[in-house]
């Protein structure tokens, strides 16, 4: 194997495959490693394509203006409700729209995509309707508690030439009660581009409580369950949020609004060439990773299946930068499994935790110490990992101020900003040779204290690899339209900062060159 930069990616991929390169990287685990097939060209790089989209005519009209949570349930708005068969899709591909109305009611569904847009946060794609909603049985639960819906769908979209990669919002309405809430799907694409942003929808599913108690963290035993047994499904509403904060006009769109619009609402706005992705396209297709010059995982990206861990590191071995720009990332082991009329990827169930024991953890979920515990040790991915007390608010404060991402940030070594860290972190990072703590701090919560450490590392092809070491980077960068700032464990975040999107455009410029 040559080093020239001219070298195929996915040529040093095949070739480290062949050869045994896990030794590029710590924590190996044993069996079989991906090797990504030559699938041809990706489709050509264009790099203006955010910034041409970004100049279209935005509108607030995607926000919602009127939902009803039941209160019986807490988490379901019955008025109107639904959901998408797939969740991600490219050009030329067809996805399904189930809804379900209650009282039964005509409704109308108003498509956008979400992004910058001068500010706005969306640009309108299509209006379809009127449909006749009627009232869809609620799913029996099956084995391992999981309801899955089978609704009759109202409407197959087939996704446009010209729908740019994107999270995109369909805004359910009601003619009968003018009820709304969101489905939410993903485009995709195939080209080169600098930026791929990975929504952390395994996480908005397993945190999805619809219609009542239903969440991975649901079981007989307790309400915060963290063992195995529970099964999920992606075909279902998403629910109301239900942690940190109140935001009943987020309904339907799963955790976007709360910690991932943030960040591409900032990059859209600086016309960085980014796509979008699934973790869902992450766990089938890692392959298609390398099109991409950096991955960025956002807000809190908890859930990751084998396949994943796998196909990103095989990316990073590949000379994958990576940005976590997220908190809690890569702590739940998952399995995916097909839906019960054989779609991929339509169930999640939770079987193990990444990383060895930590009785501070574990203590804060007994569930927990029923797990396996042989999956391999997330920092040898991120940098650091999820530790003790895990939950938890405190400053970023400057560790390395020499360090190029703090350059013209004015940062000096101790230096804090303010309330940047939470609600979930990463400590205890990983002895990977050239390693470096970039921010470093004490965490508080009910739970106790903790250490969180920011990372950065370099990979085997000049590649890096940064942790921001929380769930909330994104509150520091942007307010778009419709953000409610969360608060938890005794911290908050305190809104766009300079110094964080300095920080930010130092890393992804650098990210860029490299």
């Given at each position: 194997?040559?080093?020239?930069?001219n070298?195929?990616?996915?040529?040093?991929?095949?070739?480290?495959?062949?050869?045994?390169?896990?030794?590029?990287?710590?924590?190996?685990?044993?069996?079989?490693?991906?090797?990504?097939?030559?699938?041809?060209?990706?489709?050509?790089?264009?790099?203006?394509?955010i910034?041409?989209?970004n100049?279209?005519?935005?509108?607030?009209?995607?926000?919602?203006?009127?939902?009803?949570?039941?209160?019986?349930?807490?988490?379901?708005?019955?008025?109107?409700?639904?959901?998408?068969?797939?969740?991600?899709v490219?050009?030329?591909?067809s996805?399904?729209?189930?809804?379900?109305?209650?009282?039964?009611?005509?409704?109308t569904?108003?498509?956008?995509?979400?992004?910058?847009?001068g500010?706005?946060?969306?640009?309108?794609?299509?209006?379809?309707?009127?449909?006749?909603?009627?009232?869809?049985?609620?799913?029996?639960?099956?084995?391992?508690?999981?309801?899955?819906?089978?609704w009759?769908?109202?409407?197959?979209?087939?996704?446009?030439?010209?729908?740019?990669?994107?999270?995109?919002?369909c805004?359910?309405?009601?003619?009968?009660?003018?009820?709304?809430?969101?489905?939410?799907?993903?485009?995709?694409?195939?080209?080169?581009v600098?930026?791929?942003?990975?929504?952390?929808?395994?996480?908005?599913?397993?945190y999805?409580?619809?219609?009542?108690?239903?969440?991975?963290?649901?079981?007989?035993?307790?309400?915060?369950?963290?063992?195995?047994?529970?099964?999920?499904?992606?075909?279902?509403?998403?629910?109301?949020?239900?942690?940190?904060?109140?935001?009943?006009?987020?309904t339907?769109?799963?955790?976007?609004?709360?910690?991932?619009?943030?960040?591409?609402?900032?990059?859209?706005?600086?016309g960085?060439?980014?796509?979008y992705?699934s973790n869902?396209?992450?766990?089938?297709?890692?392959?298609?990773?390398?099109?991409?010059g950096?991955?960025?995982?956002?807000?809190h990206?908890?859930?990751?299946s084998?396949?994943?861990?796998?196909?990103?590191?095989?990316?990073?071995?590949?000379?994958?930068?990576?940005?976590?720009?997220?908190?809690?990332?890569?702590?739940g082991l998952?399995?995916?499994?097909p839906?019960s009329?054989?779609?991929p990827n339509?169930?999640?169930?939770?079987?193990?935790?990444?990383?060895?024991?930590?009785?501070?953890?574990?203590?804060?979920?007994?569930?927990?110490?029923?797990?396996?515990?042989?999956?391999?040790?997330?920092?040898?991915?991120?940098?650091?990992?999820?530790t003790?007390?895990?939950?938890?608010?405190?400053?970023?404060?400057?560790?390395?101020?020499?360090?190029?991402?703090?350059?013209n940030?004015?940062?000096?070594?101790?230096?804090?900003?303010?309330?940047?860290?939470?609600?979930?972190?990463?400590g205890?990072?990983?002895?990977?040779?050239?390693?470096?703590?970039?921010?470093?701090?004490?965490?508080?919560s009910?739970?106790?204290?903790?250490?969180?450490?920011?990372?950065?590392?370099?990979?085997?092809?000049?590649?890096?690899?940064?942790?921001a070491?929380?769930?909330?980077?994104?509150?520091?960068?942007?307010?778009?339209?419709?953000?409610?700032?969360?608060?938890?464990?005794?911290?908050?975040?305190?809104?766009?900062?300079?110094?964080v999107?300095?920080?930010?455009?130092?890393?992804?410029?650098?990210?860029?060159?490299?």
């Amino acid at each position: 194997m040559g080093d020239s930069h001219n070298t195929n990616r996915r040529d040093i991929l095949r070739a480290m495959a062949s050869f045994g390169a896990a030794s590029l990287l710590p924590g190996v685990v044993p069996g079989p490693q991906p090797v990504f097939a030559d699938k041809g060209q990706f489709s050509p790089r264009q790099s203006q394509l955010i910034q041409q989209e970004n100049s279209k005519s935005g509108t607030r009209e995607w926000l919602l203006t009127k939902t009803e949570v039941d209160p019986d349930t807490k988490y379901r708005c019955p008025g109107i409700e639904g959901y998408a068969s797939k969740a991600s899709v490219t050009a030329g591909e067809s996805l399904t729209l189930h809804v379900s109305c209650n009282p039964a009611s005509k409704f109308t569904v108003d498509l956008y995509r979400s992004g910058y847009y001068g500010g706005s946060g969306g640009r309108k794609i299509a209006h379809l309707g009127t449909f006749e909603g009627k009232i869809q049985d609620d799913p029996e639960i099956g084995k391992n508690r999981l309801r899955e819906c089978q609704w009759d769908a109202c409407h197959e979209l087939t996704i446009q030439d010209d729908w740019v990669s994107g999270v995109y919002l369909c805004k359910l309405t009601s003619l009968e009660t003018q009820m709304q809430s969101y489905i939410t799907f993903i485009v995709k694409d195939d080209r080169k581009v600098d930026f791929l942003f990975q929504c952390s929808d395994n996480t908005w599913h397993a945190y999805n409580r619809w219609p009542s108690q239903y969440s991975l963290y649901d079981h007989e035993e307790t309400v915060w369950y963290w063992g195995a047994g529970v099964d999920v499904s992606y075909d279902r509403p998403y629910g109301k949020y239900c942690q940190i904060f109140d935001a009943p006009l987020t309904t339907g769109s799963g955790e976007w609004f709360c910690w991932e619009l943030p960040i591409a609402y900032w990059m859209e706005s600086k016309g960085y060439d980014v796509s979008y992705c699934s973790n869902i396209d992450t766990h089938a297709d890692g392959e298609a990773l390398m099109r991409a010059g950096s991955l960025i995982s956002v807000g809190h990206d908890e859930y990751y299946s084998m396949e994943m861990f796998n196909n990103v590191r095989a990316a990073i071995r590949g000379g994958l930068n990576v940005a976590f720009l997220s908190g809690n990332t890569c702590c739940g082991l998952l399995e995916i499994k097909p839906s019960s009329d054989g779609r991929p990827n339509r169930i999640i169930s939770r079987v193990d935790r990444f990383g060895p024991r930590d009785m501070i953890g574990d203590n804060l979920f007994h569930s927990m110490k029923t797990l396996p515990r042989t999956a391999p040790n997330e920092a040898d991915l991120i940098g650091a990992r999820s530790t003790g007390p895990v939950v938890g608010g405190a400053d970023y404060i400057c560790h390395d101020p020499e360090h190029w991402i703090f350059k013209n940030s004015g940062m000096k070594k101790g230096d804090g900003i303010p309330g940047l860290v939470g609600w979930e972190w990463h400590g205890d990072p990983a002895d990977i040779p050239g390693l470096k703590i970039v921010a470093q701090g004490t965490t508080n919560s009910g739970a106790g204290m903790g250490t969180y450490t920011s990372t950065i590392y370099p990979g085997p092809k000049g590649n890096l690899v940064f942790n921001a070491s929380t769930c909330w980077w994104g509150d520091g960068l942007s307010e778009p339209p419709g953000y409610v700032r969360p608060s938890a464990h005794g911290a908050s975040p305190q809104g766009p900062d300079k110094r964080v999107q300095i920080i930010t455009q130092n890393l992804l410029d650098r990210l860029k060159s490299t």
